[in-house]
């Protein structure tokens, strides 16, 4: 049963990299026709959809998000990563990664993130 | 960009059913996929692709998608129905999720 941990620093400070790294356990990130995905959520608000990125390297970001963006593979390790780069308040959230398939079908438990100084 | 437009929130008296409905252009046109979220937790899948069942959702969840509006259904409602409920689609390159409905059970 695959199942997905985000990890990564829970305060970054204004206009630095938020780097946050999913790691897939029972099954390989490149075996099957699968896309990963983040996505976060502010507290109190709804699902953003961040980006995700195909088997291939394959990938496709939100239009508002796309400048600041990149989500990438690591096979050896069996993860995927994701870098926001200038990040401020606005994107304190809890970040998840998931697993879509024919939808989001298996789910991190999510990441709490704060910018903050 | 594409839009998704949901019902803040739902409110169901128990044992009966309830619907969210989830808007958009056309969506009838689109896949539709439904999450439920509880409080603190991540989101689940409970229908994809308009309204098909994941394995280990209840039968009481069913979707359907016509036109410009897209409905989740859920019959006999329990107190553990109680959660945020979202849509999403996949229009242009893009993910789009409908900014979620609260689901009360009464």
């Known amino acids: 049963q695959v199942q997905l941990q985000e990890s990564g620093p829970g305060l970054v400070k204004p206009s630095q990299t938020l780097s946050l790294t999913c790691s897939v356990s029972g099954g390989s990130i490149s075996s099957g026709s699968y896309y990963w995905i983040w996505i976060r959520q502010p507290a109190g608000k709804g699902l953003e959809w961040i980006g995700r990125i195909y088997t291939s390297g394959r990938t496709n970001y939100s239009p508002s998000l796309k400048s600041r963006v990149t989500i990438s593979l690591d096979t050896s390790k069996n993860q995927f990563s994701l870098k926001l780069s200038s990040v401020t308040a606005a994107d304190t959230a809890v970040y998840y990664c998931a697993r879509e398939s024919y939808a989001f079908d298996i789910w991190g438990q999510g990441t709490m993130v704060t910018v903050s100084s | 960009s594409y839009e998704l437009t949901q019902p803040l929130s739902v409110s169901v008296a128990l044992g009966q059913t309830a619907r969210i409905t989830c808007g958009g252009t056309n969506i009838g046109n689109k896949n539709v996929h439904w999450y439920q979220q509880k409080a603190g937790q991540a989101p689940v899948l409970v229908i994809h692709?308009?309204?098909k069942r994941p394995s280990g959702i209840p039968e009481r969840f069913s979707g359907s998608n016509s036109g410009n509006t897209a409905t989740l259904t859920i019959s006999r409602a329990q107190a553990g129905d109680e959660a945020d409920y979202y849509c999403q689609v996949w229009d242009t390159s893009t993910e789009v999720f409908g900014g979620g409905t609260r689901l009360t059970v009464l």
């Open positions: 692709t308009d309204s």
